[in-house]
């Protein structure tokens, strides 16, 4: 699975933006899948994760409320909307691929990773 991220950008504080995580090779649709960042000297942190139909999802408490995870099985795509965005919320954006099942946040239990997209965010 190769996992390709855009998206991103500089936004000011209480801006939007809408990643895009699209897979090309195995199959797609039926793989939990995940967004994480890392922000400059801090470790990758979890943001929320996806169910193979859609349902069930989880997010982080730090985006609960502000991102919102889907996907779109018809065009191998998992999205991130953000919205409310603040500083803290600067980072690089990865996107994860899991082959097994059940949601996970650990990024060690994710089998393929994107590249990354940097999200910058102004106060």
């Known amino acids: 699975v190769q996992l390709v991220e855009s998206g991103g950008g500089s936004v000011q504080a209480g801006g939007s933006l809408r990643l895009s995580c699209t897979a090309s090779g195995r199959t797609f649709s039926n793989r939990i899948m995940g967004w994480f960042r890392q922000a400059p000297g801090k470790e990758r942190d979890f943001v929320a994760t996806i169910s193979w139909s859609g349902a069930p999802t989880y997010t982080a408490d730090s985006a609960k409320g502000r991102f919102t995870i889907s996907r779109d099985n018809a065009k191998n795509t998992v999205y991130l909307q953000m919205n409310s965005l603040k500083p803290e919320d600067t980072a690089v954006y990865y996107c994860?691929?899991?082959?097994?099942?059940?949601?996970?946040?650990?990024?060690?239990?994710?089998?393929?990773w994107g590249q990354g997209t940097q999200v910058t965010v102004s106060s």
């Open positions: 994860a691929a899991r082959t097994g099942y059940g949601l996970r946040v650990r990024q060690d239990e994710y089998d393929y």
